[in-house]
Each structure stands twice: as structure tokens, then as C-alpha cells.
């Protein structure tokens, strides 16, 4: 069974630091490109980030400069570093990943960020 599965969530205070990752499993040779998502209770899901099977990132204007998304293709993984959090950047997140002949969402993964 092909899926991604996201980790990494949880707890955390403002300014704080959290490092997410999607991992495909299966019958799957690689990632090709990721995007995370993430909706906050009540509002519409957002796109956060993403990446490209050339490396290429794309951002936010709401995250630029506080998260960071990678990719690590011998691990079938995509990962999303975020730093700097804010009270707002509470949500669930949710990997969508490109894995070829499949596309992907994963269950999500909350982030609270509070004091």
C-alpha cells in the first residue's frame, strides 16, 4: 500500500522550533516533489510550502525566512524545519506528496504553538 505518513508534530512555545516529515511508504522508488499544507481550526487550508524533484522551494509570505523545506530521496522523505513559531502558525499539517505514478495526502500532524 502506497502512502505518506507525516510526523513530527506537537507542542511547542512561541519562538520555539519544530521539524516535520513526510515519509512515503510502499511500492514507490522516490519522492518527486511534496507540498505541505496546514488549517488552522475554523479557516480554509493554506499552502505552506513547496518542493520540486529539482530541489526548486516555493513559500508562504506568512512563513518565508522561519521555514525550511528539504527533501531526502534515499529516505523517501520530505521534511519541513520550522523555527521561529508563532501562536498563528497553530494548525494541522498535511504532506501532499508526488510519488510518481501516485499522489498523496497524509493523515496530518498538529502543531500547537502557545505559552
Known amino acids: 500500500q502506497v502512502q505518506v505518513v507525516e510526523s513530527g508534530g506537537g507542542y511547542v512555545q512561541p519562538g520555539g522550533s519544530l521539524r516535520l516529515s513526510c515519509e512515503a511508504s510502499g511500492s514507490i522508488s522516490s519522492i518527486y516533489g511534496a507540498i505541505w499544507y496546514r488549517q488552522a481550526h475554523g479557516k480554509e487550508r493554506e499552502r505552506v510550502a513547496s518542493?520540486?524533484?529539482?530541489?526548486?522551494?516555493n513559500y508562504a509570505d506568512s512563513v518565508k525566512g522561519r521555514f525550511t523545506i528539504s527533501g531526502d530521496n534515499a529516505r523517501k522523505t520530505v521534511i519541513l524545519q520550522m523555527n521561529s513559531l508563532k501562536p498563528e502558525d497553530t494548525a494541522i499539517y498535511y504532506c501532499y506528496a508526488n510519488l510518481g505514478q501516485y499522489m498523496r495526502w497524509g493523515q496530518g500532524t498538529q502543531v500547537t504553538v502557545s505559552s
Open positions: 518542493i520540486t524533484s529539482g530541489g526548486d522551494t
